[in-house]
């Protein structure tokens, strides 16, 4: 089973991560920031990830130290369930909508972290969520998993269908590049 658990805590944040690659889309989140929670179960339910994810943070400062770090752990701990990467597909790409929203994402499970992100410029909340923390918490999960990540608003107004596209569209895309499909590492290096 493609499983691994991680933790990290800094004077700002207490974080831990279990996920089960080959899972059935059931999850425990915990953390203080509601919608992230509510976006973390939109994840493991559509990309079928067993997850778990227990986390405190100041967020009496600010909800930008959590949500980050949750994106940084969850990275990590993909990457450790990965394992040697032997016969996934590597790739995977979606475009979802959520009502009047469209989001496109894309990944390469290459071993080179690049995090590429076009929202259209909008800005605002979701009842307390900086919306611009989206871009956060995917570019730390791309770094750390060491993943090139793409992704694209190509359609939106409402705050709250934006981040749903972003999250249902990540976890498709993810699904679909740790399939496995067979063979070797899927590379002409022999090695991701």
């Known amino acids: ?15 831990e991560v279990y996920i089960n690659l ?3 889309g059931s999850s425990e989140i915990d953390t203080p920031v509601g919608f992230l929670n509510h976006m973390l179960e939109s ?17 009496e400062v600010s909800h930008h130290h959590t949500v980050e770090d ?8 993909f990457l450790k369930a990965l394992g040697d990467k032997r016969g996934i597909k590597r790739y995977g790409y979606s475009v979802i909508p959520m009502d009047e ?13 690049l995090f590429f992100y076009e929202d259209l410029s909008l800005r605002g909340k979701i009842t307390e969520f900086d919306f611009e923390l989206i871009w ?6 791309a770094l750390e998993s ?3 990540l793409h992704m694209r608003v190509i ?5 709250h269908h934006v981040a749903e596209a972003c999250f249902k569209s990540f976890a498709f895309t993810l699904k679909d590049a740790v399939q496995i499909m067979g063979g070797g590492v899927p590379s002409t290096k022999g090695s991701i």
């Open 136 to 141: 956060e918490f995917f570019k730390g999960f």
């Open 70 to 77: 949750v994106g940084i752990v969850l990275g990590q701990t």
């Open 146 to 148: 060491k993943t090139t």
């Open 43 to 59: 994840f493991s339910k559509h990309g079928r990830f067993d997850l778990k994810v227990k986390a405190k943070g100041d967020v």
């Open 101 to 113: 929203a469209l989001v496109m994402s894309s990944i390469d499970i290459s071993g080179r972290p």
């Open 155 to 159: 359609q939106g107004k409402i705050l």
């Open 22 to 24: 080959d899972g059935s």
């Open 1 to 15: 089973m493609r499983e691994a658990q991680s933790q990290r805590r800094t004077k700002e944040t207490e974080v």
